[in-house]
T-cell receptor, first 114, second 115 residues
Framework: DVKVTQSSRYLVKRTGEKVFLECVQDMDHENMFWYRQDPGLGLRLIYFSYDVKMKEKGDIPEGYSVSREKKERFSLILESASTNQTSMYLC?????????????FGSGTQLSVL | AQKITQTQPGMFVQEKEAVTLDCTYDTSDQSYGLFWYKQPSSGEMIFLIYQGSYDEQNATEGRYSLNFQKARKSANLVISASQLGDSAMYFCAMRVNNAGNMLTFGGGTRLMVKP
């Protein structure tokens, strides 16, 4: 069974802390994505990656960075967490094979920044 | 830029009835794909159905069908014979084929099925 695993389901951090959100997929997918989900706004793309050590900015990259040192792992980093980064974060992966290739999602990390 | 609009923040439907969730999209590209995902309270996003812009027939997957009206740029999800387990958030999404492999999502519709 295909799987995208996010390391934490719930996370509480303080303003100014450095936060790491980890995501691992076991499907040998080339593409990996980080979205944040907020009520009424749907999912918005933060960063994505087509390959190891490669990253591209999405629609809302400000305040975030990413790391992809291995194909299966894609990390989202909040260098200095702020209260407006309180949100649900969803990691996803897909293969490169075609336009109808769907994204597989993890269960999400609900981050609260106090 | 691509945009997806879901105008119904919340909807009720009676168990066993059909329901239509609206989705309109905006793109100047001719080649694109449309997706619907379901998100139950557990948080995981579950893929439901896909429609390509060049597909001539509406997509169907079990109780789910996609009412694709290209000229109106709409891709409504129809759920037949609603079940209590259909209560969830539903997201419409689009991929434009020459814009990488990412999906652009709408704001979502919360569907509540009444027994």
């Amino acid at each position: 069974d295909v799987k995208v695993t996010q390391s934490s389901r719930y996370l509480v951090k303080r303003t100014g802390e450095k936060v790491f959100l980890e995501c691992v997929q076991d499907m040998d997918h080339e593409n990996m994505f980080w979205y944040r989900q907020d009520p009424g706004l749907g999912l918005r793309l933060i960063y994505f990656s087509y390959d190891v050590k490669m990253k591209e900015k999405g629609d809302i990259p400000e305040g975030y960075s990413v790391s992809r040192e291995k194909k299966e792992r894609f990390s989202l980093i909040l260098e200095s967490a702020s209260t407006n980064q309180t949100s649900m974060y969803l990691c996803a992966s897909s293969s490169m094979t075609g336009p109808n290739e769907k994204l597989f999602f993890g269960s999400g990390t609900q981050l609260s920044v106090l | 830029a691509q945009k997806i609009t879901q105008t119904q923040p919340g909807m009720f439907v009676q168990e066993k009835e059909a329901v239509t969730l609206d989705c309109t999209y905006d793109t100047s590209d001719q080649s694109y794909g449309l997706f619907w995902y379901k998100q139950p309270s557990s948080g995981e996003m579950i893929f439901l159905i896909y429609q390509g812009s060049y597909d001539e027939q509406n997509a169907t997957e079990g109780r789910y069908s996609l009412n694709f009206q290209k000229a109106r740029k709409s891709a409504n999800l129809v759920i037949s014979a609603s079940q209590l387990g259909d209560s969830a958030m539903y997201f419409c999404a689009m991929r434009v084929n020459n814009a990488g492999n990412m999906l652009t999502f709408g704001g979502g519709t919360r569907l509540m099925v009444k027994p």
